[in-house]
């Protein structure tokens, strides 16, 4: 089966709407590897609009695997080299999204994205490129230097009927196999919820789950505990 993280970014959206102090995002990380997680992911954005810095510092001092996503610029470079997280994910950030839209584009950004994954690796922190299952983006991934990649699961989740769901599917798998066989680590994540993940949990390359709105959805009912073993229920096979 593999192994899930949890990205607790909207538990730290529910406090900043008040700019309070309360829900601690760490705290549910905390209380989500309790309940079995494998790693937390926080999303460190440029306009903080939910993860706090002190989120970040703190979260690095108490969760056992820390996934720092954040996009390629010098800022999170210096972040990422002092914080020291356990792997680093980057992604694509656009201040008017709500939520990441699309995988990174590497292929076209092949030299800078070669650079300043080196720079990250060369620190000996892991990092993985959120990209879209495209055959070419793999590639050149693969060229980065970069030891994984997150598969973006998006245009699955939100396939509109059972044919391009099945389509999309498709497309993840062939993707995971062709970065497994380039002797990359493979992850995905965006979109999956209660409904939809054992398809992609079922890919034998895919060896992490990175579920976050879905998780904490279902949290603000049941509880962190209850919402990260049901996740687990269905991802184990």
Do not use: C
């Amino acid at each position: 089966m593999p192994k899930l993280s949890v990205n607790v970014d909207h538990i730290a959206t529910i406090r900043q709407a008040r700019r309070g102090t309360e829900p601690d995002p760490v705290a549910a990380a905390v209380l989500a590897e309790l309940a079995g997680a494998s790693g937390i992911i926080v999303h460190l954005r440029e306009d903080r609009r939910h993860v706090q810095d002190r989120d970040l510092l703190t979260a690095r001092e108490v969760v056992r695997r820390l996934n720092l996503e954040m996009a390629a610029t010098e800022e999170m470079q210096r972040i990422a080299l002092e914080v020291r997280p356990d792997m680093v994910t980057l992604v694509p950030e656009k201040r008017e999204e709500l939520t990441t839209e699309g995988g990174l584009e590497v292929h076209s950004r092949l030299e800078p994205l070669t650079a300043y994954v080196g720079s990250i690796q060369s620190a000996g922190i892991p990092v993985s490129l959120f990209i879209d299952p495209e055959e070419q983006q793999i590639a050149a991934a693969k060229k980065t230097g970069a030891a994984w990649i997150e598969v973006h699961t998006g245009a699955y989740a939100n396939a509109k009927n059972d044919r391009e769901r099945g389509s999309e599917l498709g497309k993840i798998a062939d993707a995971a196999k062709l970065a497994a066989n380039l002797g990359l680590r493979v992850g995905a994540g965006h979109g999956l919820n209660y409904v939809n993940v054992r398809p992609i949990a079922r890919i034998a390359e895919i060896q992490e789950l990175n579920i976050g709105h879905s998780i904490i959805s279902r949290a603000s009912l049941v509880g962190m505990d209850r919402a990260v073993r049901d996740m687990l229920a269905l991802i184990s096979f």
